[in-house]
């Protein structure tokens, strides 16, 4: 079981960085139940996609430890997100393993599997100021604009 005091914590970065998240990216919300995931609505990707936008749903980590100090491992999108000349997509799955995963596949999603070398997250009012979710959504807009996510 999750400390309630560590959920508090977590949930106030989200909404903190929900907030900033918004400024860049449009609306960004969270779940403010359990800080579970972040979605952001309409997230702009390059051409080379078969849409202009997507939506970007980010699994928090939690538990001890959890999000900040562990960084996010994927996120979900559009499980119709293809490539405009049909190229496969590397680390992309639209199948899961377990209820947790089923739940999303359920709603239309599918995964892209992101894991994050040295994650340095700084704490309190210095968001900006080290990795947190604005950074990761940056990683997310890279791997989109890079031709190497595709397969040959």
């Known amino acids: 079981m999750t400390d309630p005091d560590t959920t508090k914590r977590r949930k106030s970065r989200l909404r903190a960085e929900a907030i900033q998240l918004s400024r860049y990216y449009g609306r960004a919300s969270f779940d403010e139940k359990d800080g579970a995931w972040l979605h952001v609505e309409q997230f702009s990707i390059p051409p080379g996609w078969n849409k202009s936008k ?34 496969s997509i590397s680390h992309f799955f639209t199948a899961g393993n377990g209820l947790a995963d089923q739940q999303y596949l359920d709603r239309g ?27 990761y959504l940056n990683l997310i807009r890279a791997i989109f604009s890079d031709r190497r996510t595709l397969s040959r």
């Open 54 to 87: 997507v939506e970007i749903l980010i699994d928090i980590p939690w538990g001890t430890p959890g999000y900040p100090s562990l960084a996010p491992h994927w996120f979900w999108t559009d499980r119709d997100l293809a490539t405009s000349t049909g190229r």
């Open 109 to 135: 999603w599918g995964h892209f599997c992101v894991h994050v070398n040295d994650w340095r997250p700084a704490g309190g009012a210095n968001l900006l100021r080290g990795h947190s979710l604005i950074s």
